[in-house]
């Protein structure tokens, strides 16, 4: 069987605090557990070929959330950076992060660059993480570094398409997702990718993030293989081009 894989996946990794509080734990509990399905979908994304990762570890709006379940976060995030960066290079992982780094304390900034500078030969797989990151903030981006341009006159705004401006933007010119997943049960984007999820094929799971496994994301990447892309065209066009009529 030879199912289509998705070149890109992004996932918004959520249920961490419902997952702990269903066993009487903290918030941070569920954090922590969620680093195992972290692990598990970058090996999985590796060995199936799939090209790039994008996963949501943080949003803008997460900063809103009681001071000690951010802190936790942060704490995570240096301290599973720092753990597991030597594996991800040995497994030729690239590792990019986007979203504001501004805000980032500096050491956790200071990790980010290290591992960011460490893997960036590596070809295997593009991961990237999404940290203090917001859909339309990133757009809002876009359009600004976009008018700088064409103030300092480097652009005409005649020149903006939407090929310039999907290069602005954080993901640059990859690949947009194909797959998107959200565990968790919620059926929402939550300020994640906007502009690239356009066409995505969206995925939604109960199951909680730490819960999230093997199997689970396999179900996600055969759901995937079955639908069809139709990008608009009707259904018998896109069939006549899987079949090789056009
Ligand atoms: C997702 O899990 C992780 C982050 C948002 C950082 P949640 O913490 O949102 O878990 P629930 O949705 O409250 O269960
Ligand atoms: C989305 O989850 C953000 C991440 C998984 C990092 P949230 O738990 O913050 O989303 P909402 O609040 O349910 O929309
Ligand atoms: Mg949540």
Redesign the pocket.
Known sequence: MSAALPRHVAIV???????ARARGGL?AD??RAGVTPVRMVIEECVRHEIGALTLF???SE?WGRPRDEVMS?MSLFVESLEAEIEELHRRGVRVRFIGERAELDARLRASMASSEQVTAANTRLLLQIALSYGGRSDIVGAARRLAEHVEQRRLAASQIDEPTFAAALALGGIVDPDLFIRT?GEQRISNFLLWNLAYTELYFTDRL?PDFDVAAFEAALQHYAARQRRFGLSAEQVQAVDGGLV
């Open positions: 990794m959520d249920g961490n605090g419902r997952w918030r569920g954090h570890a943080f949003s997460n976060l968790g993030w």
